[in-house]
């Protein structure tokens, strides 16, 4: 089992950035696929980005791709999503999640972080 921290949402203004981080704890860090979802108020959770246990691949949304990068550094077991170009559009709660099989963008991720506002003004 693992417990899941986000931290380093806020406001920004369009165009700016924000670098999220999603602290670990319980198991083995680096065994777990790694994902980032978001939440914009009235509408469905959606995947952000994910990443495998090896680090070596990262997937993204199409509507943040080129803007977000996905990482993840296993020894300090905490995941990153650097956030630039930032869009209105992406105001929402932005969750960490994890599991022991490759999920990629579904929802069935087994263990969620509690989640950290991301607000973005025009």
């Known amino acids: 089992q693992v417990e899941l921290v986000e931290s380093g949402g806020g406001l920004v203004q369009a165009g700016g950035s924000l670098r999220l981080s999603c602290v670990a704890s319980?198991?083995?860090?680096?065994?777990?696929?790694l994902a980032w979802f978001r939440q914009a108020p009235g509408k469905e959770r959606e995947f952000v980005a994910s990443?495998?246990?090896?680090?070596?691949?990262?997937y993204y949304d199409d509507s943040v791709k080129g803007r977000f990068t996905i990482s993840r550094d296993n020894a300090k077991n905490t995941l990153y999503l650097q956030m630039n170009k930032l869009k209105p559009e992406d105001t929402a709660v932005y969750y960490c999640?994890?599991?022991?099989?490759?999920?990629?963008?579904?929802?069935?991720?087994?263990?969620w972080g509690q989640g950290t506002q991301v607000t973005v003004s025009s």
């Open positions: 990443i495998p246990w090896s680090g070596t691949r990262s």
């Open positions: 319980g198991d083995t860090f680096s065994r777990y696929a």
């Open positions: 999640a994890a599991d022991l099989n490759s999920v990629g963008y579904r929802l069935e991720y087994d263990y």
